[in-house]
């Protein structure tokens, strides 16, 4: 279409909303300044808009995929007749008119994916009827490396072009920045939950087995049923999918965890659960709570004289540890207590542990936990806990009901 063509467009489009608009002031109840709103933030609000649309795909990172989705949006941005996304092999996607040109494009930005500097070049072309006679290129940078570049084309030279294309091409870096941070974080949970799954103790498992072992000949049902919570529990803790889990399924590992402690330990143990069902689809991260149960174990049984060999002696039964795990509704939060009447900590020595001053083999469960729920609901979702030597642990933690981005799997 000619340029006079799509101005005849334009005014017959305007000539028609104004009829419209005076028709409808006669038909319909009045309009209100406010509700029609100014040019600049008609213009301000589709420019929003359209930026808002574009930057889910680019919070993927820089493939393919994600500058075929966002290139139109970008070029709308722009207002240019031709838009084209590249890494730092190829040419990612092309938008708009004279895909021809596509063919020249790496060759052009050679230089620029080197200095990581703006570049304008014209576009040579034999096709007479081709708009595109000129283009500015700009680097997309992330953390000082060249992941690839924006191009956008146009007829002639323009200076306000180049500065429109410089602003995109930073919001387009903050938005693959984003996405390298997603990336860090995720593999940051991921090293977190296998610190987790290491300090699953070796000890643990033995004793388990050996526990299972001994109920093989007197009670050959119970070490079935014990067997299949010790396939269960490990088939659960070391999952390869999702960073979170709902408190269903959480609680439900701690149930078998605890199942297999008891088999062990006998009446030494014993467990007092208060759930409030309403918030058992709660999701939270993955490996959450069992490490917190597991502390509660150590410091509380495990901590304050050795197991006797026979879990069903006298002795066994003479001094039991109490732990209570405790679920219940805060209204827009869950509200986690998992408490014991053990040994107990020097607040002192927690508060080194919590700062990571407590060595790789002392408190990981709780540092990796405190940092995790900080990490995904902020600062103010840490744990919170009560101790003292001889006075046994309280560990409190708080749980959005509903967060972006947290849902079980």
Request: one cysteine or more.
């Amino acid at each position: 279409m000619t340029g006079a063509g799509y101005a005849a467009l334009v005014l017959l489009a305007l000539l028609l909303l104004g009829a419209g608009f005076l028709l409808g002031r006669r038909t319909a109840r009045p309009v209100r300044t406010s509700d029609v709103g100014t040019p600049v933030e008609h213009a301000t609000f589709e420019t929003l808009h359209t930026a808002s649309l574009a930057a889910p795909p680019l919070r993927a990172g820089l493939t393919e995929e994600s500058a075929r989705r966002s290139a139109r949006r970008l070029r709308s941005l722009l207002g240019t007749d031709a838009l084209c996304l590249t890494d730092r092999d190829r040419v990612l996607v092309w938008d708009g008119e004279g895909e021809h040109h596509g063919r020249q494009v790496m060759d052009q930005v050679r230089d620029l994916l080197a200095s990581g500097r703006d570049t304008a070049f014209r576009s040579d072309c034999d096709d007479l009827d081709c708009p595109l006679r000129w283009a500015v290129a700009v680097p997309l940078t992330v953390d000082n490396r060249v992941l690839g570049t924006l191009i956008a084309y146009a007829p002639r030279e323009s200076a306000v072009l180049a500065r429109a294309a410089g602003e995109v091409a930073r919001w387009v870096c903050v938005q693959l920045e984003l996405a390298e941070l997603d990336r860090s974080r995720t593999q940051l949970i991921e090293a977190e939950i296998r610190a987790l799954r290491a300090q699953i103790s070796p000890h643990f498992i033995f004793n388990s087995l050996a526990a299972i072992a001994s109920f093989v000949r007197t009670d050959p049902e119970r070490a079935r049923e014990l067997l299949l919570e010790f396939a269960d529990f490990t088939r659960y803790s070391f999952r390869s999918h999702g960073d979170f889990t709902t408190l269903a399924d959480e609680l439900h590992s701690i149930d078998q965890y605890l199942a297999l402690v008891r088999a062990r330990f006998g009446e030494r143990l014993a467990v007092t659960l208060q759930i409030a069902p309403e918030v058992l689809p709660v999701a939270l991260p993955f490996l959450c709570l069992q490490p917190l149960v597991e502390n509660a174990v150590k410091h509380g049984l495990e901590g304050a004289v050795p197991p006797p060999r026979d879990p069903g002696s006298a002795a066994a039964r003479e001094t039991p540890t109490r732990i209570t795990i405790s679920a219940f509704d805060a209204g827009s939060e869950a509200e986690v207590v998992i408490e014991d009447d053990g040994t107990g900590m020097d607040p002192e020595r927690l508060r080194h542990i919590l700062r990571g001053q407590g060595g790789r083999s002392t408190g990981i469960g709780l540092l990796n936990v405190d940092e995790r729920l900080r990490q995904v609901y902020g600062d103010d979702y840490g744990l919170v806990i009560e101790t003292g030597i001889g006075a046994g642990m309280k560990i409190t933690v708080r749980l959005p009901k509903y967060r972006a981005g947290v849902h079980g799997s």
